[in-house]
C-alpha cells in the first residue's frame, strides 16, 4: 500500500516522502498514530502543492540573500574597542559583536554561528564573510578602532 509519511520515521523514511509499506503495518501502526495517510489523489495533490509552496519559498529566499550579499559589499561595519597603548585590543572582536554591529548599524540579523571569522586582536580593516544561505555568502569590511 502507498503511504505518504507524516513526518521522519527511523528506518522507514523521511517526512512528505511516499514509500510502499505492507498493509497490516500501514492500517495497525502508521494510520492510528498519525504517522502516514493514503496516497489517495486528494492527499498526492496536497503534497504538490505543498512541495510547489516551499520550493517558491526556497527560491524567493535565495534571491533575497544574493541581493543582501550584493549591498554588503560595499558596507563597511565600525566598531570600537578598548585597546592597550600598544594597539592590542582587550579580549579581541569576536562573531557575537559583529553580530551586535550588523544589526544596530546596517539592520541586517545574522546569526553569529554564521560569521566567519577568528577573534580579531588588533586594529584594522579586515574583510569577513558572512553565510546567509547554502551556497550565498557575503563579506564585509569591519573596521576595527582602537580607543585607548
Excluded: C, W
Excluded at 15 to 31: E, P, S, V
Excluded at 57 to 62: E, G, M, N, S, V
Excluded at 118 to 143: F, P, R
Amino acid at each position: 500500500m502507498k503511504v505518504i509519511l507524516k513526518q521522519d520515521i527511523k528506518n522507514v523514511g523521511k517526512k512528505d516522502q511516499i514509500i510502499n509499506a505492507a498493509d497490516g503495518y500501514a492500517r495497525n501502526f502508521l494510520f492510528p498514530k498519525g504517522l502516514a495517510v493514503p496516497a489517495d489523489n486528494k492527499n498526492m495533490s496536497e503534497l504538490k502543492s505543498k512541495q510547489t509552496a516551499v520550493a517558491n519559498q526556497k527560491a524567493k529566499d535565495l534571491e533575497n540573500s544574493k541581493k543582501l550579499a550584493e549591498e554588503l559589499k560595499t558596507k563597511t561595519l565600525e566598531i570600537s574597542v578598548k585597546a592597550g597603548s600598544n594597539g592590542k585590543l582587550f579580549g579581541g572582536v569576536t562573531s557575537k559583536e559583529i553580530s551586535e554591529a550588523l544589526k544596530n548599524q546596517l539592520n541586517v540579523d545574522i546569526d553569529k554561528r554564521k560569521i566567519q571569522t577568528d577573534t580579531i586582536k588588533q586594529e584594522g580593516i579586515y574583510k569577513v564573510d558572512l553565510k546567509l544561505l547554502e551556497g550565498v555568502t557575503a563579506t564585509i569590511n569591519v573596521h576595527v578602532k582602537a580607543i585607548v
